[in-house]
T-cell receptor, first 114, second 114 residues
Framework: QKEVEQNSGPLSVPEGAIASLNCTYSDRGSQSFFWYRQYSGKSPELIMFIYSNGDKEDGRFTAQLNKASQYVSLLIRDSQPSDSATYLCAVNTESNFGNEKLTFGTGTRLTIIP | DVKVTQSSRYLVKRTGEKVFLECVQDMDHENMFWYRQDPGLGLRLIYFSYDVKMKEKGDIPEGYSVSREKKERFSLILESASTNQTSMYLC?????????????FGSGTQLSVL
């Protein structure tokens, strides 16, 4: 079983609509959850992080966390063509020696249709 | 402006060659990471380091080694390059362990092994 799972997409959303991206994780001990955005040919950049159950909002972005269901999601409101990118879910997991490391999902490719 | 610099953007090597990928960060970060990114497989952790001369294997360390002699520099070594190591290699750093801070990524090295 993969540690962090995402639907690879592509996910197509009309401009102005809400894009919903989902991620599940297997390690119940994980405490920190991140969403990175990666434009084609570029490096990932952090857009949201969430540590507590519930919702966290930042502008047009909302991260949602449900630890009981081991589920984290990202909502993008009023989607813009500039939101077209691959979105990577990342979760902290524990290494064999007790150090923390960040494990990424395979990413969801999002396309906003004008 | 914070910076993670990878020595080469594109690299072409032959099978069996010893390959060095260099990464330097100017943010005085304790933590440094090497990932590889392949289509459909996402970002996979190769090795990481939380301190000078300290290293730990990630999820796919086979065929790789690392060196961290100075805090700002983290090198990835392919002892004998093989074609299945053709990939995009991303270096990242972050400021502390335990309470996760943002990962800063370099611009990546696209390695082709012929």
């Amino acid at each position: 079983q993969k540690e962090v799972e995402q639907n690879s997409g592509p996910l197509s959303v009309p401009e102005g609509a809400i894009a919903s991206l989902n991620c599940t994780y297997s390690d119940r001990g994980s405490q920190s959850f991140f969403w990175y955005r990666q434009y084609s040919g570029k490096s990932p950049e952090l857009i949201m992080f969430i540590y507590s159950n519930g919702d966290k909002e930042d502008g047009r972005f909302t991260a949602q966390l449900n630890k009981a269901s081991q589920y984290v999601s990202l909502l993008i409101r009023d989607s813009q063509p500039s939101d077209s990118a691959t979105y990577l879910c990342a979760v902290n997991t524990e290494s064999n020696f007790g150090n923390e490391k960040l494990t990424f999902g395979t990413g969801t490719r999002l396309t906003i249709i004008p | 402006d914070v910076k993670v610099t990878q020595s080469s953007r594109y690299l072409v090597k032959r099978t069996g060659e010893k390959v060095f990928l260099e990464c330097v960060q100017d943010m005085d970060h304790e933590n440094m990471f090497w990932y590889r990114q392949d289509p459909g497989l996402g970002l996979r952790l190769i090795y990481f380091s939380y301190d000078v001369k300290m290293k730990e294997k990630g999820d796919i360390p086979e065929g790789y080694s690392v060196s961290r002699e100075k805090k700002e520099r983290f090198s990835l070594i392919l002892e004998s390059a093989s074609t299945n190591q053709t990939s995009m290699y991303l270096c990242a750093s972050s400021s502390r362990q335990g309470a996760w801070e943002k990962l800063f990524f370099g611009s990546g090295t696209q390695l082709s092994v012929l």
